[in-house]
């Protein structure tokens, strides 16, 4: 996603809701239109997992169409009726890049073993060696067997 941490749940609801469209609008100018008939128009600057929006540089217009220009404006999740995208994004390709990112904590870390499968894996590589010199034991006990047999012919 972005440099931003984000909960497990907000993770989850990014991903499997339409909550993510806010996040590939960032740092691009929109409007979008609330519940009680009132639009704001601006730029939008920080999403949570939730669809909460900050918006910066913003132009509220109430109900009788009177533009009050603001710096930020806060926007909760349930207050969003619509929110318009731009013509130049195009939001599969937006989709795809942002679901194609690793999270910033998932990037080359490895799983930590339990101590079960430490111990299991202990146990195998040691069955593993004791099989590897009965094999060895067999071969040689084989090659004397043939040579002594060899010698007495």
Same mark, same amino acid.
């Given at each position: 996603? +972005?440099?931003? &941490?984000?909960?497990? =749940?907000? !993770?989850?609801?990014?991903?499997?809701?339409?909550? !993510?469209?806010?996040?590939?609008?960032? +740092?691009?100018?929109?409007?979008?239109? =609330?519940? &009680? +008939?009132?639009?704001?128009?601006?730029?939008?600057? /920080?999403? /949570?997992?939730?669809?909460?929006?900050?918006?910066?540089?913003?132009?509220?217009? +109430?109900?009788?169409?009177?533009?009050?220009?603001? /710096?930020?404006?806060?926007?909760? $999740? *349930?207050?969003?009726?619509?929110?318009?995208?731009? &013509?130049?994004? /195009?939001?599969?390709?937006? =989709?795809?890049?942002?679901?194609?990112?690793?999270? *910033?904590?998932?990037?080359?870390?490895?799983?930590?073993?339990?101590?079960?499968?430490? *111990? $299991? #894996?202990?146990? #195998?590589?040691?069955?593993?060696?004791?099989? $590897?010199a009965q094999q060895e034991n067999q071969e040689s006990d084989e090659a004397s067997q043939g040579t002594s047999s060899e010698n007495t012919a």
């Amino acid at each position: 996603m +972005d440099s931003r &941490n984000y909960t497990k =749940l907000e !993770c989850s609801k990014l991903y499997n809701s339409l909550s !993510c469209i806010p996040l590939i609008l960032k +740092d691009k100018n929109t409007i979008i239109d =609330l519940w &009680n +008939d009132t639009t704001v128009a601006g730029t939008i600057h /920080d999403v /949570d997992g939730f669809m909460n929006i900050t918006m910066i540089n913003v132009v509220f217009i +109430d109900q009788q169409g009177k533009m009050r220009p603001l /710096d930020n404006f806060f926007v909760l $999740a *349930r207050n969003v009726k619509y929110i318009h995208i731009p &013509n130049e994004v /195009d939001v599969t390709q937006a =989709l795809e890049k942002l679901f194609n990112k690793k999270p *910033r904590d998932m990037k080359d870390k490895q799983p930590q073993k339990s101590f079960k499968l430490k *111990r $299991a #894996q202990k146990y #195998q590589l040691e069955t593993l060696r004791e099989l $590897a010199a009965q094999q060895e034991n067999q071969e040689s006990d084989e090659a004397s067997q043939g040579t002594s047999s060899e010698n007495t012919a």
